[in-house]
């Protein structure tokens, strides 16, 4: 009998390079919200962090969890020709 009962992978950064989806999502959600376009510097520094903690820091005044719902429903439709693999 096994005693692995999982394994976990970290997808995001290691197995696929999301950066570019990441951004872009980013890039989406500021045009839609703020009608300005961002420069990769604004929001690098926030790959990495929990998604609602770093929209509660850029959009204080706005609902977290919808900023959320705008940039992960951007996503579902882009990610494919955003993430690479690597090699």
Known sequence: MSRIKAI???FDGTIMNTNQLIFNSWRHVFRTLENREIE??????????PLEETMRRMFP??????MVDLYRYYQKYVWKENVIEHT
């Open 8 to 10: 976990l992978l970290d």
């Open 40 to 49: 990769l510097s604004e929001v690098a520094p926030t790959f990495g962090e």
């Open 61 to 66: 005044d706005r609902d977290a969890a919808e």
